[in-house]
């Protein structure tokens, strides 16, 4: 029995090594470049807010007027960091769950490639003043059509891996993954349609592009966070994930209610009454499926606090677990039709908010699953220790004060809009000293940037140490070691057990 059984973890060891070797050139280009979107993004929100603080800072430039900047700072942000981040999880989560060597990297590399350059043509055009203005769709027009198309070649080769899967128990992992892949074509896609084909009607293509924006965080961004939270948490601790019943309720809610939020931004608009109404209704909501997928995810993190303490994947994955029941609940506050809706609406806290959702619930969940796949893609284990801890405390520290300043400046902001004896120049005035403190905030968070992307390039270069161990932030001893040599896959990975 125990030789059997040894042979069966040989085999097995085997199959994740080819799954891993296969994915290697893709997944490390989709988490190096898009750690420098990062970086360069960040580089842009440095100086939008600095502008925000003293509008004549680079004033003689054109292409860095603070709407440009903004623009390309958030473009940036989402489709060079937040996509690729997206999709080298994605598709090394789904190949390593479906147990197949992915059969097309080439394809998908070559994809890549591409979404870089569109990128890069993109904010250029932004820079130099065509954009089209449309939040969150700030690239020209024929941008678009390629970014679908690369989308595309990455999709097709993934969802054909899980649809010929070794037969047998889908993950709640596989779950979130799957629907953020099926869900961020179809919103392009339709808002593509309706604001730049159809169009014709300024008010809906507002409309349309509000849906679109909160789409994004709660129908790709937000099911991506939840599929690396449900196979690390399980993974690193060994445990199973708490609450079937969580994980059900987290994924259904998610599904239903999140495709109506966003009209919110539209009160007081000559729209139907009842779509801002909706909007709020269903961003509120939107607290039930944050709440679920935290609740259960954290539970199984606190199972092995021992872990905890050492894993740098795990704390991050808890940090980026705690902002999303953070999003959830101020979500649920500050669009509350009647009251906080009508001070946020127009204020800088929806920007917090993006922020908070982006790099705060997203990128932390992100930043701990790459910490978690590039030493099983590459063979090696990171370089320093250090730089993780560093890289880890800078961005909590930034999100959160980025976060946080942004929703109070944001509603003393909308306080002061609301104020109509007063001038506009009143409300400028009571978002500033919040303004310069989250200009502060973004500086700590851009150099642990710097330090990331420069350590996620030495390990592409395959520099890193050879060790049996995973990479701790302690010296806490460790059973089975999730190293790159010691990777146990069993029942853990996205598996749920009821409690």
């Not at 349609?193 to 965080?217: E, P, Q, T, Y």
């Not at 599904?255 to 109404?277: N, T």
């Not at 809706?341 to 908010?353: A, D, E, K, P």
Request: contains cysteine; charged residues 10%.
């Amino acid at each position: 029995m125990s030789q059997e059984t040894n042979q069966t973890a040989e085999q097995d060891a085997i199959l994740r090594t080819a799954i891993d070797r296969s994915l290697r050139h893709p997944v490390m280009f989709f988490f190096t470049s898009g750690a420098a979107w990062l970086a360069v993004s960040l580089i842009l929100g440095v100086i939008a807010t600095a502008k925000m603080v003293a509008p004549e800072f680079m004033g003689d430039c054109a292409w860095f007027t603070q709407g440009r900047v903004f623009a390309a700072h958030m473009s940036a942000l989402v489709y060079g960091w937040g996509c690729q981040a997206a999709f080298g999880v994605l598709i090394w989560l789904i190949a390593r769950l479906t147990r197949q060597e992915n059969r097309a990297p080439g394809i998908i590399l070559t994809a890549g490639h591409a979404w870089n350059l569109v990128i890069l043509i993109g904010l250029i055009a932004i820079l130099a003043g065509f954009g089209t203005g449309v939040p969150w769709m700030e690239f020209p027009t024929m941008v678009w059509p390629a970014l679908l198309a690369a989308y595309a070649m990455i999709a097709v080769w993934t969802m054909i891996q899980f649809r010929i899967r070794v037969p047998g128990q889908v993950y709640v992992s596989q779950w979130y993954a799957v629907g953020a892949m099926i869900w961020f074509p179809w919103i392009m896609i339709t808002a593509f349609v309706l604001i730049f084909c159809v169009g014709g009607n300024a008010l809906m293509s507002a409309a349309v592009a509000a849906w679109f924006r909160s789409g994004l965080v709660y129908l790709f961004f937000l099911p991506t966070a939840a599929a690396a939270a449900y196979y690390l948490a399980p993974k690193i601790t060994g445990k199973p994930v708490y609450s079937y019943s969580l994980s059900v309720i987290g994924f259904w809610t998610l599904a239903i209610i999140a495709p109506w939020a966003g009209m919110q931004k539209l009160a007081g608009a000559p729209v139907p009454f009842f779509l801002p109404y909706m909007g709020a209704a269903a961003t509120v909501l939107i607290g039930i499926p944050t709440v679920a997928i935290a609740i259960s995810t954290m539970r199984t993190v606190i199972a092995a606090p021992a872990k905890f303490a050492s894993s740098p994947s795990l704390r991050f994955a808890a940090g980026g677990v705690v902002c999303m029941f953070l999003l959830g609940i101020t979500g649920a506050l500050i669009n509350w039709p009647g009251s906080t809706l009508q001070l946020t609406q127009f204020s800088i806290t929806s920007y917090g908010m993006d922020i908070l959702a982006i790099y705060g619930c997203f990128s932390f969940l992100m930043f701990g699953a790459i910490y978690f796949i590039v030493p099983r893609v590459t063979r090696r284990e990171w370089l320093s220790k250090r730089f993780i801890k560093l890289h880890f405390l800078f961005s909590m520290y930034g999100v959160i004060t980025v976060a946080v300043l942004s929703v109070l400046g944001g509603l003393l902001h909308g306080q002061g809009q609301e104020e109509f004896q007063f001038s506009w120049a009143n409300a400028v005035e009571r978002a500033y000293p919040y303004q310069m403190a989250t200009l502060i905030a973004w500086c700590f968070v851009l150099l642990s940037n710097v330090f990331f992307f420069l350590h996620l390039l030495l390990m592409w270069m395959r520099l890193g140490r050879r060790s049996s161990h995973p990479t701790l932030l302690g010296h806490a001893h460790v059973e089975n070691p999730h190293g790159p040599e010691g990777d146990i896959d069993n029942a853990g990975p996205g598996s749920v057990i009821a409690h």
